[in-house]
Structures are given as structure tokens and as C-alpha cells.
């Protein structure tokens, strides 16, 4: 119909479309929000969840008898997996204590105040539960640190990016530490022998089918949450901001992102730890310096693997560009008479 003066459809307002994106400065649902993340508490639960397990197995190694004056190194090598888990739970449970804060400023406030009482809450743990020592204090003040900088990380304005990576980082995770069962076979698969070259060639292969696989996981599930958050909000408010694809480029490589994270904030604020188990042994020192460099070396395939792996999910959903009427009548007037 027209929309000329006298119609009847000329005192009718504008509608919108069901799928466009919010206005500025226009109050919409919570679902559709950027600053909300669908699903935070559940996955905030299960990061604390996994934080207090990888605290629990790195204070039974440290403790253990079968440690003996190993414990230093010991807690070198746990220390990762620890920050690694309370940069995740730092930013979910920031996530979920903030999801129904609109202003960007406060919910900024909020997510750091969030990190700061989750790194707190780990530090004390680990003081009263762990031996009192150089170590002990080292394993605390990093994981509280890590926990405050994960809570910075989801007063980002996108939190549905910084769950999904969040979500993803778990996932991969979790996965390393069950790979670790398939560690023994697959370096017999891979040709180790009795030679030291061949072991260590093993070795190299099991370290990239690890961060493989890793990185295929952490992709996928970065995906699929992105994914789910955006049809539960299709279906709970009719419509949802839709992200493009440099959002789920930065979600897939989350994982990576996060890894190579904690390798900075292990090199700063456990550095004392880290000399202290160099220090005990020469073979120690080349234990330590090798342990690094795959700590890079798995961070930077995890990043790229998980990245090009949501990418590549997200374009296979992509359907062919949808030409309207209008257009290809447009180009047939255009086209020159025969």
C-alpha cells in the first residue's frame, strides 16, 4: 500500500525490524544486551568448581611424600593450569555478578570489584591450606592477581565474546588434563624408543596433537556458545545484537589469547618461583627453559587453531546474499535493450 497523505497507512508509524540491532541509548531486553552474557552463573559455578580442583591437586603434589625437596618444582610446573583457571574464573563469576547492570562505567567498577574478591577469597585459601613458605605466598599473590585481571576482562562491553572465550579456555582445559592419559600411547604410536632423539621427537608430535586438539575444541565451543547465547535470546526477546564475524575471530583465538596471558603474568609475578626451580639443578635450568617455550609454543597453536576453527564454522553458516525485488528490477531496467 501507499503511503500517501490520506491513506490509511500514512498516521502509521514506522516499525522496525525484528532483527535490528538496538539504537543507541534505546532500553532494550536483557537478553539482548551487549553487556549480558546468557548462562554466566551455570558457567561461573563450573569454574570455581575447577579452580578449587586444580588448587586441590597442586597442594596433594606439593605435599605429598613422594615430593620430597621436588615441591618447588612441582609448583613451577602446576602454576600455569592455576592461573590459567583463575583468569577463567575471575571474568565468569565478574560476568555473573554484573549481568544486570546497564551502565558501562559501573558495570566496569563491578567486574573489577568481582576479580578483586575472587583473587582474595584464592589467596586466603591457599595461605591457610598450603604450607607457609616463599611458595606458598608466590602461588597466592599470582592467582589473585590473575583472578583480578580476568574480572577487568569482562567489564568489556561485549560480554557474550568474553563468556564465550571464557567457556572456550575451560573446555580446552579440561581436555588437556584428560589427554594426559593418552600421553604414554601416543608417544609409543609416535616412535619413541631408546633413544633420547626419538623420545624427544615422540614428544614434539604428542605436544602439537595436543594444542590440535585443543585448539579445535576451544573453537567449536566458542562457536557454539555464541551460537546458543544468540538464538536464546531470539527466542526469550524476539531478537538479539548480532555479532559479526571479528567477534567470533577474537572468541575462537580466546583460548590462545588467555594462555599467552598467563604466560606474561607467570613471568612477572611468579619470576621468584620460576628462578627457584631453574636454580635447584642445571637439568632443572633446561627443564624450565623448555617448559616455557612450549607453554608459547601450545599458546600460539591453541590461538590460531581455535580461531580459523570457529571462523570456518561460522562461514559454513553463512547462507548466499539475498537479492530483493527491488534490486533486480533495478538491474534488469539497467541492462541495454537487445
Same mark, same amino acid.
Given at each position: 500500500?501507499?503511503? $500517501?497523505?490520506?491513506?490509511?497507512?500514512?498516521?502509521?508509524?514506522?516499525?522496525?525490524?525484528?532483527?535490528?540491532?538496538?539504537?543507541?541509548? $534505546?532500553?532494550?531486553?536483557?537478553?539482548?544486551?551487549?553487556?549480558?552474557?546468557?548462562?554466566?552463573?551455570?558457567?561461573?559455578?563450573?569454574?570455581?568448581?575447577?579452580?578449587?580442583?586444580?588448587?586441590?591437586?597442586?597442594?596433594?603434589?606439593?605435599?605429598?611424600?613422594?615430593?620430597?625437596?621436588?615441591?618447588?618444582?612441582?609448583?613451577?610446573?602446576?602454576?600455569?593450569?592455576?592461573?590459567?583457571?583463575?583468569?577463567?574464573?575471575?571474568?565468569?563469576?565478574?560476568?555473573?555478578?554484573?549481568?544486570?547492570?546497564?551502565?558501562?562505567?559501573?558495570?566496569?567498577l563491578a567486574t573489577?570489584?568481582?576479580?578483586?574478591?575472587?583473587?582474595?577469597?584464592?589467596?586466603?585459601?591457599?595461605?591457610?591450606?598450603?604450607?607457609?613458605?616463599?611458595?606458598?605466598?608466590?602461588?597466592? =599473590?599470582?592467582?589473585?592477581?590473575?583472578?583480578?585481571?580476568?574480572?577487568?576482562?569482562?567489564?568489556?562491553?561485549?560480554?557474550?565474546?568474553?563468556?564465550?572465550?571464557?567457556?572456550?579456555?575451560?573446555?580446552?582445559q579440561i581436555f588437556?588434563?584428560?589427554?594426559?592419559?593418552?600421553?604414554?600411547?601416543?608417544?609409543?604410536?609416535?616412535?619413541?624408543?631408546?633413544?633420547?632423539?626419538?623420545?624427544?621427537?615422540?614428544?614434539?608430535?604428542?605436544?602439537?596433537?595436543?594444542?590440535?586438539?585443543?585448539?579445535?575444541?576451544?573453537?567449536?565451543?566458542?562457536?557454539?556458545?555464541?551460537?546458543?547465547?544468540?538464538?536464546?535470546?531470539?527466542?526469550?526477546?524476539?531478537?538479539?545484537?548480532?555479532?559479526?564475524?571479528?567477534?567470533?575471530?577474537?572468541?575462537?583465538?580466546?583460548?590462545?589469547?588467555?594462555?599467552?596471558?598467563?604466560?606474561?603474568?607467570?613471568?612477572?609475578?611468579?619470576? =621468584?618461583?620460576?628462578?627457584?626451580?631453574?636454580?635447584?639443578?642445571?637439568?632443572? $635450568?633446561?627443564? $624450565?627453559?623448555?617448559?616455557?617455550?612450549?607453554?608459547?609454543?601450545?599458546?600460539?597453536?591453541?590461538?590460531?587453531?581455535?580461531a580459523l576453527t570457529?571462523?570456518?564454522?561460522?562461514?559454513?553458516?553463512?547462507?548466499?546474499?539475498?537479492?530483493?525485488?527491488?534490486?533486480?528490477?533495478?538491474?534488469?531496467?539497467?541492462?541495454?535493450?537487445?
Amino acid at each position: 500500500m501507499s503511503n $500517501q497523505p490520506g491513506s490509511s497507512t500514512a498516521a502509521e508509524p514506522d516499525r522496525p525490524e525484528a532483527d535490528a540491532p538496538p539504537v543507541a541509548g $534505546q532500553v532494550g531486553t536483557a537478553a539482548s544486551r551487549p553487556g549480558y552474557a546468557p548462562g554466566a552463573l551455570p558457567l561461573a559455578v563450573l569454574s570455581l568448581a575447577w579452580l578449587a580442583a586444580m588448587l586441590w591437586s597442586t597442594r596433594e603434589a606439593i605435599t605429598s611424600t613422594a615430593a620430597g625437596v621436588t615441591a618447588i618444582s612441582l609448583s613451577a610446573y602446576a602454576l600455569p593450569g592455576v592461573i590459567t583457571a583463575a583468569l577463567v574464573t575471575g571474568a565468569t563469576v565478574a560476568l555473573a555478578a554484573t549481568n544486570r547492570l546497564d551502565r558501562a562505567s559501573l558495570r566496569f567498577l563491578a567486574t573489577v570489584g568481582a576479580g578483586l574478591l575472587v583473587g582474595l577469597v584464592t589467596a586466603v585459601g591457599i595461605n591457610l591450606t598450603y604450607a607457609d613458605n616463599a611458595t606458598t605466598n608466590t602461588i597466592a =599473590g599470582t592467582t589473585a592477581a590473575a583472578a583480578i585481571i580476568g574480572g577487568a576482562l569482562a567489564g568489556a562491553r561485549q560480554a557474550r565474546v568474553v563468556a564465550g572465550l571464557a567457556a572456550a579456555t575451560l573446555a580446552a582445559q579440561i581436555f588437556v588434563v584428560l589427554f594426559s592419559r593418552a600421553r604414554d600411547p601416543l608417544s609409543d604410536l609416535y616412535g619413541a624408543g631408546e633413544t633420547q632423539q626419538s623420545v624427544l621427537d615422540a614428544a614434539t608430535w604428542v605436544s602439537r596433537t595436543e594444542s590440535l586438539l585443543a585448539g579445535l575444541i576451544a573453537g567449536l565451543v566458542a562457536y557454539l556458545y555464541l551460537a546458543w547465547s544468540r538464538r536464546r535470546a531470539e527466542r526469550r526477546d524476539g531478537g538479539a545484537s548480532s555479532l559479526r564475524w571479528p567477534a567470533y575471530l577474537v572468541t575462537g583465538a580466546g583460548a590462545g589469547l588467555l594462555l599467552l596471558l598467563t604466560e606474561v603474568i607467570i613471568r612477572i609475578g611468579g619470576r =621468584g618461583l620460576l628462578d627457584l626451580a631453574a636454580a635447584l639443578s642445571e637439568a632443572d $635450568q633446561v627443564a $624450565q627453559t623448555a617448559l616455557g617455550t612450549s607453554r608459547v609454543d601450545n599458546a600460539i597453536w591453541v590461538l590460531f587453531v581455535g580461531a580459523l576453527t570457529t571462523l570456518i564454522v561460522f562461514g559454513r553458516t553463512l547462507g548466499p546474499r539475498a537479492v530483493d525485488d527491488e534490486e533486480e528490477e533495478e538491474e534488469e531496467e539497467d541492462e541495454p535493450a537487445a
